[in-house]
C-alpha cells in the first residue's frame, strides 16, 4: 500500500513542501524494510505551523459549544467511513495483528471522540461562584502536541480533539516511527472542515521539532506522551516561558493478586494484558504481586499462560502477538532479559532472541521472570516490550509497600473477592488508574499518573480542563 503526503506538512489547511530537505525512511518492524519516505521538519517549519495556529486562534476561540461539537461530529462521522485505513496504517507502521489493529488501536479512535463530545456537551464553561463572582473557563492558547508511536491514534485523539473542543489552535508532532495515521488524521480533520491553521502537522525529531515546539514563544501550552526521559526535556525546554506542560509518561504497574481472587483467572488475565500491543503499553502490568500462600499455584499458571501466546505476522488475523515496532525496541528488549539473568531472575517462560521460525523481524519471545525481589533493575526499569516479572508478598500491607515502591505510579490492577478490602487498598495505591477484577476504566475515565508517570489527565472532563484557563471575574 503508498501513502500520500509522506512528503508534506499540514500548515493552514494545506499539504505543503518542507523548507528543508531532510528525509528519513519509515520501516516495516514486520519486514525490517521501508515502505515509506518522510519529510522531516526544522525550527523554520514550526515557525509556520505555530504562525498559522496563532493567526487562526482569535477566531476558533470564540467559537460556540454548538459549533465545536458539530465539528467533533463530523470528524467522528469521516473517522468512521475511513476506519479501515487507520487500522491497516497502524498494523504495517507499528507491527500491531491486524485484528488487534482493528479491535483496539483503531477503535480507540471512535471511543475516545464520543467521550470528549458527552463531556463537552456537559461541560461548565460559566458559573457564578457563592461570592457573586463569574467564573469563566476559556481556551489556553496555542498548543503544541507530541505523541509517542505505541498508541499512535489513542494519543492523538486524547490531545486533538480536546484541544479542539476547548477552542484551542494546535501543531501536533507526532513519532517519527509512526507516521501514516497522523497524515490520515490530518486528512480526516479536513475532510471535516477544521476552520484552515486551527489544526497543523509538522513531522521531526524530537531534539529538533519536539524542541522547536516547546521553545516557541507563541505556543502557550505543551501537550506531550512518551518516555519520562523525553517528558524532562519538554519540561526543561519550555521552563523559561513558563508555559503549561502536561506529560503522560512512563510506568512500572504493579498488579496485585490476593489468594482470595479468582488466582488462575486473574493470573492468566494479568499476563495477556502484560503482552498485549506486544507490552508497548505505558500502563501495562508488568509487576505482578502474588500473595505468597498461592504464589507457587500462580507460577504455574503464569508459565501456561505465556506459552499459551503466539507470535505472529501482522497481516495475519487472530490474538497473537506481532513484533517490536524498531530496532531500537528489539536490543532494548534484549538488554533488559540478559540484565534479568545477570541479576539472578529465575526464567519460567520465553528468554532472549526471537522466537522459533522468525529471522526477520523484531519479534521478540514473550518472558516472565518469577523470584524477583522489587530492588532488581527488571522490577524497577521499564521495560516496554511483553516481560513480566512475578514478586511474592506476605500481608496486605506488604503488598501496598511493594506497589508504591517505585518511581512511577500511571496505573496499578488489584484483584480480590473481598470489596471491603479493595477500596481500602486501591485508596492508598498511588498511580493514577486502579483497574480491579480484569475490568479496565471507561473511555472518558481520566488518564494520567503520580510520581515520574507524569503531570495531568487525559480523557473527559478533566481532559478537557488541561486545554482552558481559569479567570475570575469580580461581581457586576
Known amino acids: ?26 520501516i516495516d518492524p514486520a519486514t525490517e524494510a521501508p515502505f515509506a519516505q518522510l519529510a522531516m521538519g526544522s525550527q523554520s517549519d514550526v515557525d509556520r505551523a505555530a504562525a498559522a495556529a496563532k493567526a487562526a486562534f482569535p477566531a476558533w476561540s470564540q467559537t460556540s459549544r454548538e459549533e465545536r461539537l458539530a465539528v467533533n461530529s463530523r470528524i467522528l462521522d469521516v473517522y468512521k467511513r475511513r476506519f479501515e485505513e487507520f487500522a491497516q496504517a497502524i498494523s504495517t507502521e507499528m507491527g500491531a495483528p491486524i485484528s488487534f489493529s482493528r479491535d483496539e488501536q483503531a477503535a480507540v479512535g471512535v471511543s475516545h471522540l464520543e467521550a470528549v463530545i458527552d463531556a463537552l456537551k456537559d461541560f461548565t464553561f460559566e458559573e457564578i461562584l457563592e461570592n457573586g463572582d463569574l467564573l469563566v473557563r476559556g481556551p489556553i492558547g496555542v498548543c503544541g502536541l507530541i505523541t509517542p508511536w505505541n498508541w499512535p491514534v489513542n494519543q492523538i485523539v486524547l490531545k486533538v480533539i480536546p484541544a479542539l473542543a476547548a477552542g484551542c489552535t494546535m501543531v501536533l508532532k507526532p513519532s517519527e516511527l509512526t507516521p501514516i495515521s497522523a497524515i490520515l488524521y490530518a486528512e480526516v480533520l479536513h475532510e471535516a472542515g477544521v476552520p484552515a491553521g486551527v ?42 516561558l513558563v508555559k503549561r506542560v502536561a506529560l503522560e509518561l512512563g510506568g512500572k504497574s504493579a498488579n496485585l493478586i490476593f489468594a482470595d481472587a479468582d488466582v488462575d483467572a486473574m493470573v492468566t488475565a494479568g499476563v495477556q494484558m502484560c503482552m498485549g500491543n506486544t507490552g508497548q503499553s505505558c500502563d501495562a502490568p508488568t509487576r505482578m ?80 521472570f518469577a523470584d524477583i525481589h522489587n530492588d532488581m533493575r527488571i522490577a524497577r526499569e521499564e521495560v516496554f516490550g511483553p516481560v513480566l516479572v512475578m514478586i511474592p508478598f506476605d500481608t496486605e500491607e506488604d503488598a501496598i509497600r511493594i506497589a508504591n515502591d517505585t518511581p ?64 475570575a471575574i469580580s461581581a457586576y
Open 1 to 26: 500500500m503508498t501513502y500520500s503526503h509522506t512528503d508534506a506538512f499540514y500548515i493552514d489547511g494545506a499539504w505543503v513542501s518542507p523548507l528543508g530537505s531532510n528525509v528519513i525512511d519509515v
Open 199 to 240: 489544526f497543523n502537522l509538522v513531522h521531526g525529531e524530537g531534539p529538533v521539532v519536539g524542541a522547536a515546539l516547546s521553545r516557541h514563544p507563541d505556543i502557550a501550552m505543551m501537550s506531550f506522551t512518551g518516555s519520562t526521559r523525553g517528558g524532562v526535556a519538554v519540561t526543561h525546554d519550555s521552563a523559561d
Open 289 to 368: 504481586l502474588v500473595e505468597r500462600s498461592v504464589y507457587d499455584q500462580a507460577v504455574d499458571v503464569a508459565i501456561k499462560a505465556c506459552n499459551a501466546i503466539t507470535v505472529g505476522a501482522p497481516d495475519q488475523e487472530g490474538d497473537h502477538i506481532g513484533p517490536l515496532t524498531s530496532q531500537m525496541q528489539f536490543d532494548k528488549v534484549q538488554a533488559m532479559i540478559q540484565m534479568a539473568l545477570d541479576e539472578g531472575a529465575r526464567l519460567i517462560a520465553g528468554g532472549l532472541g526471537r522466537p522459533e521460525g522468525f529471522d526477520t523481524g523484531y519479534y521478540v519471545r514473550p518472558t516472565v
Open 408 to 471: 512511577y505510579g500511571l496505573s496499578s490492577y488489584l484483584s480480590s473477592g473481598d470489596p471491603d478490602r479493595i477500596r481500602r487498598v486501591a485508596l492508598r495505591l498511588e498511580a493514577g488508574n486502579v483497574n480491579v477484577n480484569g475490568g479496565y476504566i471507561a473511555a472518558g475515565s481520566p488518564f494520567g499518573g503520580y510520581k515520574q508517570s507524569g503531570i495531568g489527565r487525559e480523557g473527559g472532563e478533566l481532559g478537557l480542563e488541561e486545554f482552558l484557563e481559569a479567570k
